[in-house]
């Protein structure tokens, strides 16, 4: 079976540019997550996607950020405009809910550097 | 929100040896899951375990979700066990929320 592909692997930009970042998750997972994982620190959830409805957006930086996942499968989750402190890997993950039973899987992320 | 913190922060390890990582969670939680991040970024799923105990080869892992905590077991370590564990819990509507990790490092 197929993981969840995350695209692009790296992305360097100037401050104040915009960027977006791309998700596949594997097929039939309703959830899908993006979290922000700063150096040294565990992965911060930014938004949470139950097919194409959001779950949780709590934490995700309305000002700058912003997510969509149409038809309820591949996602984008943009930046505009970039700070330097967004300089981070930028992970999507899918899980599949059946019967509560809720194992997530994690693409390779992608590292955004902004300078 | 749900304060999730993992000990120890660092272990350095003889390869061969046992060892134990240890989750504590805030509040109740319909959903753990371990797992572990390998030098390169990526992310593994190890258990999915909100209650009870399972094993894995080499690894296993035990919830006492009345008691708010969990532990990792690593058996017999390899070099290739190195990297981050982190443990994720969720509350409902299927969210997960990650501790802070324990950094490996097994050495030959």
């Known amino acids: 079976e197929a993981g969840v592909a995350q695209s692009p692997r790296y992305k360097i930009i100037e401050k104040r540019q915009s960027v977006a970042f791309w998700c596949n998750p594997i097929s039939g997972h309703a959830t899908l997550y993006w979290y922000q994982q700063i150096l040294g620190q565990g992965p911060k959830l930014l938004i949470q996607f139950q097919n194409n409805g959001v779950v949780d957006d709590s934490q995700l930086p309305k000002d700058r950020f912003s997510a969509e996942r149409l038809k309820g499968v591949d996602s984008t989750l943009k930046i505009q405009p970039a700070k330097l402190e967004d300089s981070a890997v930028y992970l999507c993950?899918?899980?599949?809910?059946?019967?509560?039973?809720?194992?997530?899987?994690f693409g390779q992320g992608t590292r955004l550097t902004v300078v | 929100g749900i304060q999730v913190e993992q000990s120890p922060p660092d272990l350095i390890l003889q390869e061969g040896a046992n060892s134990t990582l240890r989750c504590n969670f805030s509040d109740s939680v319909n959903n753990l899951q371990w797992f572990h991040q390998n030098p390169w970024g990526q992310l593994i799923n190890l258990f999915y375990i909100p209650s009870g105990t399972k094993q894995n080869g080499r690894l296993s892992a035990t919830t006492v979700a009345t008691e708010r905590y969990s532990l990792l077991y690593i058996s017999s370590s390899q070099t290739t066990d190195s990297g981050v564990y982190f443990c994720?819990?969720?509350?409902?509507?299927?969210?997960?929320?990650f501790g802070t990790g324990t950094r490996l490092t097994v050495i030959p």
């Open positions: 994720a819990v969720g509350t409902g509507a299927n969210n997960l929320f």
């Open positions: 993950a899918s899980s599949l809910w059946t019967g509560g039973k809720t194992k997530a899987f």
